[in-house]
């Protein structure tokens, strides 16, 4: 089991991912992204290529020595895992917690641009979208804006080859949704050539991981892994 979080985050956001599939006896492999956890400094010259090769060397080193692998990704880590199953067809099934699969338009992007020309590098923080009062991710408290537009680009990118996508697919949307707008999933429904189950987290905002859903959303993972990787349960 891969388990990939989201931009500017950190694994503390999908830890209890992690730890139930552990719990369950799943090889899981829970990398931290290039950049992220440390500084948001460490952050600021770090791009999308940087993240997706992280994310597919953790790959390859899980699918060294298991037979099947599945990817988990929230957010940004939802979109590094659909760009895996683009470069790596055998990937088993895939489930996605908000994930980003559409990228902010030009308006965004412009007034990012015009920060940079301004010579600001970051923006306030988009991290700990959670409605569960007193928690966080630990993630950073400022965005680092030319890793943001990157991220965008790779986005745009893995939109674009989604029809190259044919592994089953579990995608959990929360209704209230600060970062990702809910409806950009209906992409991944309609336009990913397999299977794809979507459910709605009704209490939850972006980091449902952490939030009053985070049940519901291992026990949705736990029993469509299992049945994917034909796990007895």
């Known amino acids: 089991m891969l388990v990939l979080h989201g931009f500017t985050g950190s694994p503390v956001s999908m830890r209890p991912v992690a730890d139930r599939f552990v719990g369950l006896g799943y090889a899981v492999e829970m990398p931290l992204l290039p950049g992220h956890g440390t500084a948001v400094e460490d952050m600021v010259p770090t791009r999308w290529a940087d993240w997706l090769e992280a994310a597919a060397s953790a790959y390859a080193a899980l699918d060294a020595r298991t037979d099947k692998v599945a ?92 029809g190259e996508i044919s592994c089953p697919i579990r995608v959990l949307t929360s209704t209230q949704d600060h970062v990702v707008a809910p409806e950009t999933s209906d992409a991944i429904v309609e336009r990913t050539s397999g299977s794809v189950e979507r459910s709605y987290l009704e209490r939850s905002y972006h980091v449902a991981t952490l939030d009053h859903d985070a049940d519901l959303v291992l026990d949705e993972l736990e029993r469509f892994i299992a049945t994917e990787l034909g796990v007895a349960r």
């Open 71 to 162: 990817v988990i990704g929230l957010s940004m880590g939802g979109g590094l895992a659909l760009a895996l199953a683009e470069r790596f067809t055998e990937i088993v099934a895939l489930g996605l917690i908000n994930p980003l699969v559409v990228a902010p338009g030009a308006e965004l992007r412009q007034i990012i641009g015009q920060l940079l020309e301004a010579g600001e590098e970051t923006a306030e923080s988009i991290g700990s979208d959670i409605a569960k009062e007193g928690v966080t991710e630990q993630g950073y408290d400022a965005t680092p804006l030319r890793a943001a537009l990157s991220l965008f680009e790779g986005i745009d990118e893995v939109e674009a080859r989604l």
